[in-house]
Every structure is written in structure tokens, then in C-alpha cells.
């Protein structure tokens, strides 16, 4: 299917940084061939993530303007909870600065040390918020196919049957699996086993405006609209990070069905959050998200979203790239497979982000064993895979963006079996993607040293 025109056009830029490769090779050192270390000036395009990272519309600045900042009872509050009432059918909402600080108070509440979380798979911060409370985590996700972002059914059953669960999350889309999307007919399935079992279910919403256009797509609702409401109204409650499908550069939100477990939520978020008719987030932040979540459901939006996606992963097919489908945000590198000469404690997913930044200033991210840590004893976790991710921001890049991004790939197609071992030299505890340094990256891109 060939790309949809973008549904809209340019009103504000901003400068892209254009370092050179002896630049790129000093600030990489500088980083310790750490990405997240780079400063933005040394990055020529930012796939680092999706979160935070979008364009806000006319319509969203305008709305900022006219953002009210009162402390209790702010218009912009109200704006927002009826922007999430409309849309998923939630009636009550918590605002909370981002999507964590929702999983802060939601674990804080209802967490119990010795319980179970099954998900399909849950994002990294809900699995820590998730043992932090003492709680156990087990994901039971499909990761084939279009719907790779599926629970497995069986293993679901023989999850709950293990016994202590007290909570199912879906998340949608499944950003652990290349952003791949949950159907609606496979969470009908889960809510009859939730029923069965007296759970509660709830949705981590960050992505599911995207996971509706696969939905809507694949004929199950006549609009992502009507996907999204189909979606939660199978849930008792949910979350949302609004960096992602929020358009958003930061913000959050509890929402409930009716307003149960208000009172108790409320409490626990003055604590950390603030007042409930703000919640860390300001009046202006409310009032352009509840513009921005409308948009976000635009059919024309998501098809060219979603089609961008597509258009990048087409162009590096074209290279013979490696890759799992197209998901909803972010185009996954399989780099183990495309760096067979690198095994998995070789961390193939980050010498080949490491490769792309030296040439051409393309920042990604691993996702891969790295990223996956050590377990309590620690051994290396099993990370089901070696990936390069390339996320793409909402509404800030364009096609010529992708083309350079595909150009790149060119290069390193022609030279990817010289690319070089990552070696840890200061391995960080926890969440060592983050924090970890490497030994110096002592590779260069021949056909790409004059550049
Ligand atoms: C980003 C994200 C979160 C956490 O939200 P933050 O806003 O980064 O704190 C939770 N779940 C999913 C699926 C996410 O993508």
C-alpha cells in the first residue's frame, strides 16, 4: 500500500543538529558508548523513543493558552475527564505527570506482597512498580504474527490456575513484542477468563489509539473510535502514559470505570502527585491533552502514523534488513540475526545502534539482552531476542527523514560484518541500559570516513 499523504503540513520547526563523523566519534567516547549519555545537539535523528518526543497540533498550543491553572477545580481538569469519558467510557480520572506515577499509585494502592500480575507483557516501570510492592509478574504473550501482541490463552488459564493473581494487565499495543497490537476478539476471550475467575482486568493505555487502528483495520469496529471504547469497555480500569498516544510531551492519568477505589487512589496520589484535580500535571498540560487524545483517534492521523511505520520498515526491507512486522511505533532491527557473528552476550542490538550513530547520527535503542538485565542470582535473563529499536516520534519526522535513516542502512548492509563486540566496562545494577558504560567502540565505517 503505497504512503498517505500526512494530514498535516508544517508550521513551527526546529533545528536538526548536523555533527560530523569525527564529532560523532568524540561524543560517542565522551557518552562511553552510551546512547542515553549523548546530548541532543550530537544526534542528527532522534529514534531514541516515541515517549514525550511528538509535535503538538494548532489546536493543542491554542488550547495551552487557555489552560487554567487553579489549584482545586480547574477547568482544564474537567475538559480532560471528558475527553476520557467520551472516548473510552471511563467516567472519573486521576491526572498523574506520567505514565509511572499512575503504576506508583495504582501498585501503591492495590499492591500485595506474595500477589500475581499476569499481563500479555507488561512495560519495564510496571514491572518494577510491580516488584517493588513484593508483587510477581508472569507475561503470557504471543509475539508471532500481526497479532503478536496476543495473550496466549492456554498459558493464561495455566498462569491463573498456579494461583495468587490479582491482576490481569493488558497492554495495548505490546511495546515489549516491536509495538505489536492486542485484538479485540482476543480480549473478549480474556475478560470471559477474568469474569471466571472473579479478576479485575485493567488496560495500560499508553498505545491505544494504535492498537485501535489495527483493530479497526482488521474489521472489528467501524472506527478506532469505536475500537478504543470496544477496548475499555471490557476493562475495570486503566492507565496511560499520554507521552505516547496522548500527543503529549508529558502527563498521565488514572481512569475509572465509575469512580470505585477513588477516594483510596486519591489519597495515595496527594501524597506523591498532588491535589486530584491535578496530579502533577499544570492546567496547560491538561488542557492540551484533552485535545491531543481526540486527535490521536483521527482516522487520517493514524492511517498515515501507522503508514510511516510501514515506510521505514518497507525501505530497510529493501536492504534485505532483518526485522520483526511493523508494529505501531517503532520499526525492531533484528540484529542478532543481521550480525550472526555476534552472540547475545555480544549485545548485537547495541553495537549496531552504536554502528548507525557513528554513521550517520541516527540514535536508536537496544532492546535486547541488555536492556533485560540479571535476575536476583544473577544470570543474564533470557531475552527472547537481539534487537535495534527505531522508534519514531509522533508527527516530527518526515519522509526525507526516513530516507536518510534507509541510506544509513545502505552503508551498513555493505560493512556489518566488520561491526565489533560491545564490551561492558561499568555495569550498572538495575535498569542497566540507562546507566552502563562500554569500552571505546573502535570502529569506523570505511566507505563513510570521508563524510
Ligand atoms: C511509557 C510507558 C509506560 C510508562 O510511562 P512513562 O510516561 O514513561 O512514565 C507504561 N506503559 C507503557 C506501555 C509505556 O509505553
Known amino acids: 500500500m503505497s504512503l498517505p499523504i500526512p494530514p498535516w503540513r508544517i508550521k513551527g520547526v526546529e533545528p536538526v543538529p548536523a555533527p560530523t563523523s569525527e564529532e560523532r566519534v568524540s561524543a560517542l567516547e565522551k557518552a562511553q558508548g552510551n546512547l542515553f549519555h549523548l546530548p541532543s545537539h550530537a544526534v542528527t535523528v532522534d529514534l531514541l523513543t516515541d515517549s514525550g518526543t511528538g509535535a503538538m497540533s494548532q489546536s493543542q498550543w491554542a488550547a495551552l493558552m487557555e489552560g487554567d491553572e487553579s489549584y482545586a477545580g480547574s477547568r482544564s ?14 467516567h472519573r480520572i486521576l491526572p498523574a505527570h506520567q505514565g509511572r506515577a499512575a503504576e506508583e499509585i495504582l501498585f501503591g494502592t492495590f499492591g500485595r506482597k506474595g500477589g500475581v500480575v499476569v499481563s500479555n507483557h507488561l512495560f519495564d516501570t510496571t514491572t518494577a512498580h510491580a516488584h517493588h510492592v513484593g508483587m510477581e509478574t508472569k507475561a503470557c504473550v504471543v509475539q508471532e504474527g500481526l497479532w503478536g501482541g496476543n495473550f496466549d490463552l492456554g498459558l493464561l488459564e495455566n498462569q491463573i490456575r498456579e494461583g495468587n493473581v490479582d491482576l490481569l494487565v493488558a497492554t495495548v499495543t505490546c511495546n515489549s513484542t516491536g509495538g505489536l497490537p492486542v485484538s479485540l476478539k482476543n480480549l473478549r476471550a480474556v ?37 478504543a471504547k470496544a477496548t475499555c469497555d471490557l476493562m475495570d480500569g486503566g492507565w496511560m502514559s499520554a507521552k505516547k498516544d496522548g500527543l503529549v510531551n508529558m502527563g498521565g492519568f488514572i481512569a475509572l470505570r465509575h469512580g470505585e477505589h477513588y477516594e483510596e487512589l486519591a489519597e495515595r496520589g496527594i501524597l506523591s502527585e498532588g491535589f486530584p484535580t491535578y496530579g502533577g500535571m499544570s492546567g496547560r498540560g491538561m488542557a492540551s491533552l484533552a485535545v491531543g ?16 511505520v510501514r515506510d521505514l520498515h518497507d525501505r530497510l526491507a529493501e536492504w534485505d534488513v532483518p526485522m520483526v512486522s511493523p508494529g505501531g511505533h517503532a520499526v525492531f532491527v533484528d540484529a542478532g540475526a543481521w550480525l550472526p557473528h555476534l552472540k547475545p552476550t555480544d549485545f548485537p542490538g547495541q553495537s549496531l545502534a552504536l554502528a548507525l550513530y557513528l554513521v550517520a547520527g541516527i540514535r536508536s535503542s537496544e ?32 519522509a526525507g527523514h526516513r530516507y536518510f535513516v534507509s541510506e544509513a542502512f545502505r552503508i551498513l548492509a555493505e560493512c556489518r560484518e566488520s561491526i565489533p563486540p560491545i564490551l561492558l566496562a561499568k555495569e550498572s545494577p538495575s535498569l542497566r541500559h540507562f546507566q552502563s558504560t562500554f569500552e571505546r567502540f573502535l570502529w569506523t565505517p570505511s566507505q563513510f570516513a570521508k563524510n
Open 191 to 227: 475478560y470471559e477468563i477474568a469474569r471466571a475467575h472473579h479478576i479485575r482486568l485493567w488496560v495500560d493505555m499508553a498505545r491505544i489509539a494504535e492498537n485501535s487502528y489495527f483493530q479497526w483495520k482488521a474489521g472489528e469496529g467501524e472506527s478506532p473510535l469505536a475500537c
Open 77 to 90: 481538569f474537567h475538559q480532560l475527564e471528558k475527553s476520557v469519558r467520551e472516548i473510552f467510557g471511563f
Open 367 to 398: 532492546i535486547g539482552s541488555l536492556l533485560a538485565g540479571r535476575d536476583l542470582s544473577g544470570e543474564q535473563i533470557d531475552a527472547h531476542g537481539e534487537y535495534t529499536r527505531l522508534a519514531i516520534p509522533r508527527r516530527t519526522y518526515t
Open 293 to 308: 487524545l481526540w486527535e490521536a483517534m483521527d482516522e487520517r492521523y493514524l492511517t498515515h502514523r501507522i503508514g510511516e
